[in-house]
Protein backbone atom coordinates (compact mmCIF):
# COMPACT_ATOMS: atom_id res chain seq x y z
CA UNK A 1 0.00 0.00 0.00
CA UNK A 2 1.33 3.33 -1.24
CA UNK A 3 1.68 6.27 1.11
CA UNK A 4 -1.76 7.81 -0.15
CA UNK A 5 -3.93 4.75 -0.20
CA UNK A 6 -2.59 4.80 3.41
CA UNK A 7 -3.26 8.44 4.26
CA UNK A 8 -7.08 7.60 2.86
CA UNK A 9 -7.40 5.09 5.52
CA UNK A 10 -6.28 6.20 7.91
CA UNK A 11 -8.71 9.73 7.51
CA UNK A 12 -11.52 7.77 6.72
CA UNK A 13 -10.74 5.63 10.27
CA UNK A 14 -10.43 9.05 11.95
CA UNK A 15 -14.10 10.21 10.74
CA UNK A 16 -15.13 6.95 12.14
CA UNK A 17 -13.85 7.36 15.24
CA UNK A 18 -15.43 11.46 15.51
CA UNK A 19 -16.44 13.23 18.19
CA UNK A 20 -19.73 13.19 18.97
CA UNK A 21 -21.42 15.53 16.58
CA UNK A 22 -18.41 17.20 14.77
CA UNK A 23 -19.61 18.63 11.74
CA UNK A 24 -22.95 18.08 12.53
CA UNK A 25 -23.94 21.39 12.51
CA UNK A 26 -21.52 23.14 9.93
CA UNK A 27 -24.61 24.19 7.77
CA UNK A 28 -25.94 26.46 11.07
CA UNK A 29 -22.57 28.07 10.95
CA UNK A 30 -22.33 28.81 7.28
CA UNK A 31 -25.40 30.26 7.77
CA UNK A 32 -24.38 32.81 10.58
CA UNK A 33 -22.60 35.03 8.54
CA UNK A 34 -20.46 35.70 5.58
CA UNK A 35 -17.40 33.45 5.22
CA UNK A 36 -18.22 32.34 8.57
CA UNK A 37 -15.70 29.27 8.52
CA UNK A 38 -12.89 31.66 7.04
CA UNK A 39 -10.66 34.11 9.97
CA UNK A 40 -8.82 37.46 10.22
CA UNK A 41 -6.65 38.05 7.15
CA UNK A 42 -7.70 35.49 4.66
CA UNK A 43 -11.18 36.90 5.30
CA UNK A 44 -10.16 39.70 4.12
CA UNK A 45 -8.42 38.25 0.98
CA UNK A 46 -11.26 36.67 -0.19
CA UNK A 47 -13.62 39.54 0.39
CA UNK A 48 -11.24 41.41 -1.74
CA UNK A 49 -11.67 38.91 -4.75
CA UNK A 50 -14.49 38.67 -7.09
CA UNK A 51 -15.78 35.85 -7.41
CA UNK A 52 -19.19 36.15 -9.06
CA UNK A 53 -19.71 34.31 -12.41
CA UNK A 54 -16.62 32.06 -11.40
CA UNK A 55 -16.36 28.55 -10.74
CA UNK A 56 -13.67 27.17 -7.40
CA UNK A 57 -12.01 24.42 -6.24
CA UNK A 58 -10.78 23.44 -2.76
CA UNK A 59 -8.43 20.63 -3.31
CA UNK A 60 -8.12 18.64 -0.08
CA UNK A 61 -11.77 20.34 1.04
CA UNK A 62 -12.41 17.85 4.42
CA UNK A 63 -16.10 17.64 5.25
CA UNK A 64 -16.75 20.75 2.74
CA UNK A 65 -17.42 23.69 5.66
CA UNK A 66 -14.80 26.02 3.87
CA UNK A 67 -15.78 25.65 0.25
CA UNK A 68 -19.13 25.79 1.01
CA UNK A 69 -19.20 28.97 3.25
CA UNK A 70 -17.13 30.67 0.14
CA UNK A 71 -20.10 29.73 -2.44
CA UNK A 72 -23.05 30.54 -0.08
CA UNK A 73 -21.15 33.94 0.57
CA UNK A 74 -18.81 34.67 -2.85
CA UNK A 75 -21.57 34.96 -5.65
CA UNK A 76 -19.64 32.24 -6.75
CA UNK A 77 -21.21 30.71 -9.94
CA UNK A 78 -20.46 26.79 -8.71
CA UNK A 79 -17.84 25.27 -6.40
CA UNK A 80 -16.79 21.43 -6.43
CA UNK A 81 -14.69 19.78 -3.46
CA UNK A 82 -11.80 16.95 -3.81
CA UNK A 83 -11.15 14.64 -1.29
CA UNK A 84 -9.33 11.49 -0.77
CA UNK A 85 -11.87 10.17 2.61
CA UNK A 86 -15.04 9.10 1.06
CA UNK A 87 -16.76 9.20 4.30
CA UNK A 88 -16.05 12.55 5.21
CA UNK A 89 -16.98 13.65 1.63
CA UNK A 90 -20.56 12.07 2.65
CA UNK A 91 -20.63 14.22 5.41
CA UNK A 92 -20.00 17.86 3.11
CA UNK A 93 -22.93 16.24 1.08
CA UNK A 94 -25.00 16.23 3.89
CA UNK A 95 -24.03 20.03 4.60
CA UNK A 96 -24.23 21.33 1.67
CA UNK A 97 -28.33 19.96 1.68
CA UNK A 98 -28.75 21.01 4.86
CA UNK A 99 -27.93 24.08 4.09
CA UNK A 100 -29.39 24.46 0.11
CA UNK A 101 -26.33 24.78 -1.70
CA UNK A 102 -27.34 23.59 -5.00
CA UNK A 103 -24.31 24.99 -6.58
CA UNK A 104 -21.75 22.75 -5.33
CA UNK A 105 -20.53 18.92 -6.26
CA UNK A 106 -18.01 16.67 -4.27
CA UNK A 107 -15.41 14.22 -6.23
CA UNK A 108 -13.94 11.40 -4.17
CA UNK A 109 -10.19 10.92 -5.64
CA UNK A 110 -6.82 11.27 -5.31
CA UNK A 111 -6.23 14.67 -5.79
CA UNK A 112 -3.25 13.62 -8.39
CA UNK A 113 -5.33 11.27 -10.76
CA UNK A 114 -8.47 14.40 -10.80
CA UNK A 115 -10.05 13.29 -14.03
CA UNK A 116 -9.29 15.35 -16.89
CA UNK A 117 -12.78 16.70 -17.67
CA UNK A 118 -11.75 19.39 -14.80
CA UNK A 119 -8.96 20.61 -16.34
CA UNK A 120 -9.18 24.00 -17.45
CA UNK A 121 -12.60 24.34 -15.61
CA UNK A 122 -11.91 26.17 -12.64
CA UNK A 123 -11.05 30.60 -12.48
CA UNK A 124 -9.95 29.79 -8.64
CA UNK A 125 -8.47 27.20 -6.72
CA UNK A 126 -7.67 27.07 -2.98
CA UNK A 127 -5.87 25.28 -0.08
CA UNK A 128 -6.26 25.15 3.57
CA UNK A 129 -4.32 24.24 6.50
CA UNK A 130 -2.48 21.47 6.40
CA UNK A 131 -3.74 20.38 3.31
CA UNK A 132 -0.35 20.17 0.37
CA UNK A 133 2.14 18.49 3.68
CA UNK A 134 -0.17 15.63 2.21
CA UNK A 135 1.83 14.89 -0.86
CA UNK A 136 5.54 14.09 -1.25
CA UNK A 137 6.19 15.75 -4.31
CA UNK A 138 4.77 19.33 -5.25
CA UNK A 139 5.89 19.49 -8.23
CA UNK A 140 3.19 17.00 -9.31
CA UNK A 141 0.59 18.54 -7.20
CA UNK A 142 0.94 22.03 -8.80
CA UNK A 143 0.89 20.57 -11.90
CA UNK A 144 -2.09 19.05 -11.14
CA UNK A 145 -3.26 22.40 -10.29
CA UNK A 146 -2.27 24.08 -12.83
CA UNK A 147 -4.08 21.72 -15.59
CA UNK A 148 -7.20 22.36 -13.53
CA UNK A 149 -7.21 26.04 -13.35
CA UNK A 150 -8.25 28.01 -16.85
CA UNK A 151 -5.74 30.42 -18.29
CA UNK A 152 -4.73 32.82 -15.89
CA UNK A 153 -6.72 31.38 -13.02
CA UNK A 154 -5.64 32.00 -9.32
CA UNK A 155 -4.36 29.98 -6.61
CA UNK A 156 -4.14 30.13 -3.09
CA UNK A 157 -2.57 29.02 -0.34
CA UNK A 158 -3.28 29.52 3.38
CA UNK A 159 -0.88 27.02 5.27
CA UNK A 160 1.04 27.12 8.71
CA UNK A 161 4.43 28.38 8.46
CA UNK A 162 7.31 25.79 7.59
CA UNK A 163 9.47 27.76 9.94
CA UNK A 164 6.77 27.00 12.61
CA UNK A 165 7.42 22.97 12.21
CA UNK A 166 11.33 24.02 13.73
CA UNK A 167 9.66 24.56 17.29
CA UNK A 168 8.65 21.81 19.75
CA UNK A 169 5.30 22.01 21.07
CA UNK A 170 3.88 20.88 24.83
CA UNK A 171 4.72 17.02 25.16
CA UNK A 172 7.31 16.91 22.70
CA UNK A 173 11.03 17.01 23.62
CA UNK A 174 12.66 19.80 24.32
CA UNK A 175 9.47 21.93 24.70
CA UNK A 176 10.27 24.73 27.26
CA UNK A 177 7.81 27.30 28.80
CA UNK A 178 10.46 29.66 29.36
CA UNK A 179 11.94 29.46 26.48
CA UNK A 180 9.80 29.44 23.24
CA UNK A 181 12.13 31.02 21.25
CA UNK A 182 14.09 27.43 20.78
CA UNK A 183 13.85 25.80 17.62
CA UNK A 184 14.47 21.72 18.24
CA UNK A 185 13.93 20.51 14.44
CA UNK A 186 15.94 21.31 10.80
CA UNK A 187 14.01 23.51 8.50
CA UNK A 188 15.27 21.27 6.27
CA UNK A 189 13.58 18.00 7.23
CA UNK A 190 13.42 15.63 4.53
CA UNK A 191 12.00 12.40 6.42
CA UNK A 192 8.01 11.93 6.25
CA UNK A 193 6.45 12.72 9.37
CA UNK A 194 4.13 9.52 10.71
CA UNK A 195 1.44 9.62 13.07
CA UNK A 196 -0.39 6.87 14.91
CA UNK A 197 -2.62 8.89 17.03
CA UNK A 198 -5.39 9.74 15.03
CA UNK A 199 -6.58 13.25 13.86
CA UNK A 200 -7.07 15.06 17.12
CA UNK A 201 -9.22 17.94 15.86
CA UNK A 202 -11.65 15.22 14.45
CA UNK A 203 -11.33 12.07 16.62
CA UNK A 204 -9.42 12.90 19.55
CA UNK A 205 -5.96 10.62 19.98
CA UNK A 206 -6.45 7.16 19.95
CA UNK A 207 -4.22 4.00 18.31
CA UNK A 208 -5.03 4.63 14.78
CA UNK A 209 -3.70 3.27 11.23
CA UNK A 210 -0.84 5.39 9.62
CA UNK A 211 -1.00 9.25 8.25
CA UNK A 212 2.37 9.86 6.53
CA UNK A 213 2.80 13.59 6.07
CA UNK A 214 5.49 15.69 4.45
CA UNK A 215 7.56 19.15 5.96
CA UNK A 216 8.35 21.37 2.51
CA UNK A 217 10.18 24.73 3.06
CA UNK A 218 8.90 28.19 1.41
CA UNK A 219 11.70 27.13 -1.66
CA UNK A 220 10.67 23.81 -2.59
CA UNK A 221 6.71 25.61 -2.49
CA UNK A 222 7.34 28.53 -5.02
CA UNK A 223 9.88 26.34 -7.01
CA UNK A 224 7.49 23.94 -7.49
CA UNK A 225 4.61 26.57 -8.52
CA UNK A 226 7.45 28.30 -11.15
CA UNK A 227 7.88 24.69 -12.50
CA UNK A 228 4.29 24.54 -13.29
CA UNK A 229 3.85 27.63 -14.93
CA UNK A 230 2.34 29.95 -11.84
CA UNK A 231 3.93 33.29 -10.70
CA UNK A 232 3.74 34.21 -6.93
CA UNK A 233 1.62 37.45 -6.98
CA UNK A 234 1.48 37.89 -3.07
CA UNK A 235 3.23 36.22 0.21
CA UNK A 236 1.93 37.58 3.24
CA UNK A 237 3.92 35.64 6.36
CA UNK A 238 1.74 36.09 10.15
CA UNK A 239 3.05 35.45 14.07
CA UNK A 240 -0.04 33.52 14.70
CA UNK A 241 -1.12 29.90 14.09
CA UNK A 242 -4.12 28.52 11.78
CA UNK A 243 -4.38 25.51 12.63
CA UNK A 244 -4.64 26.02 16.33
CA UNK A 245 -1.53 23.72 16.96
CA UNK A 246 0.12 26.72 18.53
CA UNK A 247 -2.19 28.85 19.61
CA UNK A 248 -1.89 30.70 22.73
CA UNK A 249 1.97 29.52 23.35
CA UNK A 250 4.02 31.13 20.59
CA UNK A 251 1.32 33.57 18.78
CA UNK A 252 2.50 36.68 19.17
CA UNK A 253 6.30 36.23 19.83
CA UNK A 254 7.77 37.30 16.25
CA UNK A 255 7.72 34.07 15.14
CA UNK A 256 6.57 33.02 11.18
CA UNK A 257 3.59 30.76 12.07
CA UNK A 258 1.48 31.01 8.98
CA UNK A 259 1.13 32.39 5.38
CA UNK A 260 -1.19 33.33 2.89
CA UNK A 261 0.42 33.13 -0.89
CA UNK A 262 -1.46 33.66 -4.51
CA UNK A 263 -0.33 32.74 -7.37
CA UNK A 264 -1.50 33.42 -11.08
CA UNK A 265 -1.36 31.20 -13.21
CA UNK A 266 0.53 32.48 -16.78
CA UNK A 267 -1.87 33.13 -19.82
CA UNK A 268 1.22 32.45 -22.47
Not at 69 to 91: K, M, P, R, T, W
Not at 108 to 134: M, Q, R, S, V
Request: charged share 25%.
Amino acid sequence: MNYIDANKAAWEEAFDHRKPNWGDDNHLRIRSGKYAFFDGDLKKELENIDFHGKAVAQFCCNNGRELLSLVHDSGAEYGIGFDIAENILEQAKQTAAKAEIKNCEFVNCNILEIPEKYHNKFDFIFFTIGAINWFHDLTLLFEKVGKCLKSSGTLLINDGHPTAMMLPFPGEDGFDADNLNRFTNSYFMKEAAIGNSGMDYISGVYESKTFTDFIHTLSDIINALSANGMKTVKFNEYDYDVGNVGSDIYDGKGIPMSYILIADKSSS
